[in-house]
């Protein structure tokens, strides 16, 4: 019979990358030790909306396969108390993330109209005045339209350097010319085959060759928001597209090099940092972040640190001694937000083995819940001696460590 047990942490692999749970207040170990060794950090804390932001999460086979059913969670509350516990948040994060780069990095803060100015104050502050890089304009057209004056339709991304010698190369991300810039001009093809839109100013020609690239200014305009359909979309709330951050990301960054975001919410800037050959760092509050993250990275060289809770659930598991198999039923959650009607292994996004150890939960196999595999496996050939502790992920991202009681009766359902 397999019964919970108290254990502070769980670790989950002994990769590179590293995903943990916690908080910027409180900073993990693991993440202080990267001190002056990261090269770009993204920053996309709560904006101080007043909103405890609500998600859906989808549960079972049926959901992870069709995307319903689903439940309802509460995601990150993005309430302060005033202004000024806001802006003490704000600059534990940014100036933590200053003190992870390196001489050559570079640190991007994206805010919106509530706390945008202030930040701007802070980071001069912090960084420097002539730090400054940027103040980017990401514009877009989705949400509500106001009638009492203009729409607030942009967020603002400041980029700072944090010494002089930061790295930039633009030309790693050109754009494709836009036909704005040919309206008023000529055409023309030249004596290779080139084709340009050219104008005549102070009696000289100026040519722009059609496959000559462009590259961004500081207001972007080109990059919308998730779609509901998007197949990006995780269903994190206030999750940013890739793209946004990958152009951020680019010019700074070089394969191998460390990327950190320290409310990396559903994984966005990591997971842009692993297409580009980057390693990541990730820090959340929020337990179900983490998981949402860990579906959407890959496993491999990933440590994945996390807290368990501290409630007591029953978890259906036991040993069949005739087909010589650990099996998985379920766990018995109820009240909400779990549904009544669930099948309790529906209940479980995920489930690990490995040992319960001086207070750390340390994972040797894991088994998890994705689209591509909706279906989770319930049981595994093992050996009766010396059975496994078990970390059991629900359907919300909690995490519980379960410990083998020996000379019980089990139930193996
Ligand atoms: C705007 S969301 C980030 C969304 C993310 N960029 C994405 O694309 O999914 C802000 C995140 O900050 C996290 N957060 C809030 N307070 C925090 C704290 N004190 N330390 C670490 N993370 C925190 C929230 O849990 C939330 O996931």
């Known amino acids: 019979m397999y019964e919970q047990t108290t254990v502070r942490r769980t670790v989950c692999g002994d990769g590179e990358n590293l995903l943990v749970c916690g908080t910027v207040q409180r900073l993990p170990k693991e993440i202080l030790a990267l001190r002056g060794q990261v090269q770009f950090v993204y920053l996309d804390p709560p904006f101080m909306t007043g909103e405890t932001f609500r998600r859906k999460r989808v549960y079972g086979e049926k959901g992870w396969r069709r995307g319903s059913p689903s439940l309802s969670l509460e995601g990150y509350a993005d309430r ?5 516990e806001y802006l003490r948040f704000l600059r534990r994060l940014v100036s933590t993330s200053r003190e992870l780069l390196q001489e050559e990095g570079v640190f991007c803060l994206h805010l919106d109209w509530r706390m945008s100015a202030q930040g701007r104050v802070l980071c001069d502050r912090l960084f420097g005045k002539e730090r400054f890089l940027n ?8 949400g509500g339209r106001s009638k009492k004056c203009f729409s607030r339709k942009h967020d603002t991304i400041l980029m700072y350097a944090r010494s002089a010698k930061y790295r930039f190369d633009l030309t790693r991300v050109p754009l494709p010319r836009g036909e704005h810039r040919k309206n008023h001009m000529a055409r023309g093809i030249d004596e290779t085959g080139r084709s ?4 005549v100013s102070g009696g000289r020609e100026y040519r722009y060759y059609d496959d000559d690239p462009v590259y961004p ?5 080109d990059i919308g928001f998730l779609q509901q359909q998007d197949p990006e979309r995780t269903g994190y709330p206030t999750q940013k597209p890739e793209k946004l951050i990958e152009r951020l990301m680019k010019p700074v960054v070089q394969p191998g090099d460390r990327v950190a975001d320290l409310c990396c919410g559903s994984g966005t800037t990591l997971a842009a940092a692993e297409k580009l050959g980057c390693l990541y760092a990730g820090l959340d509050a929020c337990p179900e972040a983490i998981a ?4 959407r990275l890959k496993a491999e060289n990933l440590t ?9 659930v029953p978890l259906n598991a036991g040993y069949d001694e ?7 039923g379920g766990l018995e959650l109820v009240g909400p937000p779990y549904p009544e009607n669930a099948k309790s292994l529906d209940l479980v996004e995920a489930w690990e083995i490995g040992r319960a150890e001086k207070d750390v939960f340390r994972t040797e196999r894991r088994y998890q819940r994705s689209f591509q595999y909706p279906a989770l496996i319930d049981s595994l050939s093992l050996g009766r001696e010396n059975l496994p502790d078990l970390l059991v992920t629900d359907a919300a991202g909690i995490r519980r460590v379960y410990r083998w009681k020996e000379n019980q009766k089990e139930n193996p359902d």
Do not use: K, N
């Open 217 to 221: 200014g500081d207001v972007w305009t």
């Open 304 to 312: 994945v640190i996390a807290p368990t809770a501290e409630d007591s």
């Open 135 to 142: 103040e980017i304009i990401w514009s877009y057209e989705s």
């Open 292 to 295: 949402v993250c860990q579906a």
């Open 80 to 84: 302060f108390a005033d202004e000024r």
């Open 196 to 199: 340009y839109s050219s104008i």
């Open 322 to 328: 005739e087909a010589g198999r650990l099996r998985i």
